[in-house]
T-cell receptor, first 112, second 111 residues
């Protein structure tokens, strides 16, 4: 089936550093999402992105977070600076329309 | 406020048994429901979706939807140990490109 690739699979950084999580969505998809999941529990919506713009973001999408997809390359989530509570698994997802979400394998972020 | 509520939080069924999972939305604008399954350490995969009132069956899995009460349920018959996973219910609102997830039901099937 369609594949969403996430790089890296695991990232360990010190608190206060910047981190960029990369996502290569399904090629013909138009909508991109970031979700945060802690301890295999609830999948919490962070942000969605369409046509080069943020469409909707949640309260979890703090000012330290930003997303972009320059020239159709990776869809990225940048956190600057990171905090301890940012430790989680971040899932990227994409969809063609208001249809099935396809998730990547996730990036486990550990902030020390 | 949580848009999607799931129950129970966890469920244990014997191999071969029936597992029943519930999901309700508190937002009257919700119109579409999905069920995702996430095995431990893996990404969620779409299991079934339902948009119309009634029932939909795919193999051992059956989904019901009551649009009046915004309640959907997932039933797994002849449960297998490989069905042990976190089951996530997601809902969306027409015109809004977002998917709202519940907290999930952790299913354990005991051999």
């Amino acid at each position: 089936g369609p594949k969403v690739l996430q790089i890296p699979s695991h990232q360990i950084i010190d608190m206060g550093q910047m981190v960029t999580l990369n996502c290569d969505p399904v090629s013909n998809h138009l909508y991109f999402y970031w979700y945060k999941q802690i301890l295999g529990q609830q999948m919490e919506f962070l942000v969605n992105f369409y046509n080069g713009k943020v469409m909707e973001k949640s309260k979890l999408f703090k000012d330290q977070f930003s997303v972009e997809r320059p020239d159709g390359s990776y869809f990225t989530l940048k956190i600057q600076p990171t905090a301890l509570e940012d430790s989680a698994v971040y899932f990227c997802a994409s969809s063609l329309s208001q249809n099935t979400l396809y998730f990547g394998a996730g990036t486990r972020l550990s902030v020390l | 406020q949580q848009k999607v509520q799931q129950s129970p939080e966890s469920l244990i069924v014997p191999e071969g048994g029936m597992a029943s999972l519930n999901c309700t939305s508190s937002d009257r604008n919700v119109d579409y429901f999905w069920w995702y399954r996430q095995h431990s350490g893996k990404s969620p995969k779409m299991l079934m979706s339902i948009f119309s009132n009634g029932e939909k069956e795919e193999g051992r899995f059956t989904v019901h939807l009551n649009k009046a009460s915004l309640h959907t349920s997932l039933h797994i018959r002849d449960s297998q140990p490989s069905d042990s996973a976190l089951y996530l219910c997601a809902a969306s609102i027409p015109g809004y490109q977002n998917f709202y997830f519940g907290k999930g039901t952790s299913l354990t099937v005991i051999p």
